[in-house]
């Protein structure tokens, strides 16, 4: 599979996937994976489709969580992350790793942002509670069955 | 939710799952993700599901997988592992934690085998290529919407 093709499933499978696997690392070196919102999910939040596609980085991933979860404690002290998409269903499935950022610009946070989540951050966008993570991965690992492409970002 | 019943609901997800997600740690520290034949899931796998019903540790998790393979490099330098399951249109999922190791006997590899197999590794149960891992997890965290409930085996 030619690598622009590789990089085009892999935009499909960021845009279909049901979750985003995010993985972090613990104070004592274990990898701790959990399910998040795919916020880059064209059917379950629309909203966010158009701003995506204007980012400059079409591999950018943004992941919002409580700033007092485990994760949050977990990526101050270790910010190596992995983010992984994929379809269970035809065994295709795609990782991006790198060290993620904590977003502070508070305008991008009010765009990422939807009335009904004051159900995990009360005050809305402004709430203290709300981190809004981003990944610019350094690196790619697209799965296909049998197949395994890395590739560089 | 009782601690029981979110163990019957993770035994559940281990049986359900279409996917086992592994994550190993690589020499750059950073976690890397994919999905692997989740050999407990009672459909896909139906062979062995007596099998697994009568091992002692009803939580003990098995891979497969090819020992050229760089997540067993990646173990063998650092078997600090987790693997997931997940129903993600019930946003439930559970995450098991803890030192992996590999399976030398060879009696129990030639049980956990599948005929088809050999298109991964030719030689059968004792390819040299054909390596089974398992995790006796340390602890497990159970997430259901919004709920978190971690607990130790």
Known sequence: MELEEVKKQSLELIETSKAAYLTTIDPDGFPITRAMFNLRNKEQFPEFFE????QENKFAIYIGTNTSSSKVAHIKNNPKISVYYCDPDDFKGVMFGGSVEIVEDQ???NIIWLDWWTRYYVKGPKDPDYTLLVLN?????????????????
């Open 107 to 109: 305008d991008f946070k």
């Open 137 to 153: 991965p350094k690196y790619a690992r697209f799965y296909f069955k049998l197949n395994l492409v890395n590739f560089e970002l």
């Open 51 to 54: 701003f995506f596609q204007k």
